[in-house]
């Protein structure tokens, strides 16, 4: 399938990555790359890349992709480079599942003291693919510490091939294309940035995660709307707008003025298919840069955001 360059885009299938993480945006996909308009002409940057969810939908020519987790950008940048190919990948799951099957538990625990050593980025897919709920949480040493989903069968022959399959998907997504991947603070990032680039933002939310990739501070959440104003180029940026029990002040503090877009969904609460809360999920892009009808934000006042700060750590 070619894709063109630029945005917006109908995606009719969302690309999945091998990788799951907190604040993943595989539901927001088709609404991210339907309400932004962009040249495809420069570069398509993203600070805040987790899963890679969005990159490897809009598929860009060029592209400048970063995250504070190096666990992440190794393992990208390797099957990028091509140092690890979906083969090892379904040699090596499909070894390591059958010691998992064998030993349970005590065997994901000693892989998950094994990558706490080495960070070998196996043992990260092998980890991520089979902890509790699929989520990707460091302590405050930066070890991995999520735990088991207590499956011991969990690296069956049809899960190992979808996880190869997504592994090959994205590296052929990734083959011919310039490509630059970089671990660090999202700062570093936009710097040169020009007019003809595009940058995404999905930053942690605030106060949220006491993850050790995952902190986020009022002074971030000022510098990072400072620093996104001044840019030369357009940009979007990803953020929760209300839930079942508050509105975000955020938004109307930090972003007004931004062109919004909102979309809603559901979210499961634990297993029983009928516990359902309602999440709006909002799409913040700098005036001109949005695809369709226009809509801005409005600011709040800034004693209503200090009350709702008040509220939200009480
Ligand atoms: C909400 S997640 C991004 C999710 C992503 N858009 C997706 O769909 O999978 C935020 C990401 O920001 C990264 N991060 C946190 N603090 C950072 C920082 N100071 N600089 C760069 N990345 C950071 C985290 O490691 C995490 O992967």
């Not at 091998?18 to 993943?24: H, M, R, S």
């Not at 989520?135 to 996880?163: H, L, W």
């Not at 490509?179 to 949220?208: K, M, S």
């Amino acid at each position: 399938m070619i894709v063109l360059p630029g945005l917006p885009r109908t995606v009719k299938q969302v690309i999945v990555p091998p990788i799951k993480c907190q604040g993943i945006k595989t539901k927001l996909v088709k609404f991210i790359l339907s309400n932004v308009s962009w040249n495809g002409k420069g570069r398509w940057i993203e600070p805040f890349l987790g899963s890679g969810v969005v990159l490897f939908n809009v598929q860009p020519e060029r592209a400048l992709v970063n995250d504070i987790n190096p666990h992440i950008i190794r393992l990208y940048q390797m099957i990028y480079d091509g140092s690890l190919s979906p083969e090892e990948v379904r040699k090596y799951l499909t070894a390591e599942g059958k010691k998992l099957l064998v030993s349970g538990g005590d065997y994901y625990y000693a892989v998950r003291e094994r990558f706490n050593k080495g960070g070998d980025p196996l043992d990260f897919i092998f980890l991520n693919r089979s902890c509790f709920n699929g989520i990707m949480r460091f302590n405050s040493k930066g070890e991995f510490n999520v735990p088991f989903c207590r499956k011991p069968d969990r690296f069956r022959q049809a899960y190992v091939t979808k996880i190869v399959n997504q592994i090959s998907r994205i590296r052929k997504i990734m083959q011919g294309k310039d490509w630059a991947f970089r671990v660090g603070d999202w700062r570093d990032v936009l710097e040169n940035v020009t007019q003809d680039d595009f940058v995404y933002l999905d930053p942690p939310y605030i106060g949220r995660h006491t993850d050790y990739y995952q902190q986020w501070s009022e002074d971030d959440a000022a510098d990072l709307a400072m620093l996104a104003r001044n840019l030369p180029c357009g940009f979007a940026l990803s953020m929760w707008k209300e839930n079942k029990y508050r509105l975000n002040p955020h938004i109307a503090y930090y972003w007004d003025g931004l062109v919004e877009r909102t979309f809603t969904h559901f979210y499961h609460v634990g297993s029983t298919e009928n516990l359902r809360n309602l999440m709006e999920e909002a799409l913040l892009i700098k005036p001109g840069h949005e695809a369709g009808k226009v809509e801005t934000t409005k600011a709040a006042k800034p004693v209503q955001l200090a009350f709702a700060l008040h509220e939200q750590a009480g």
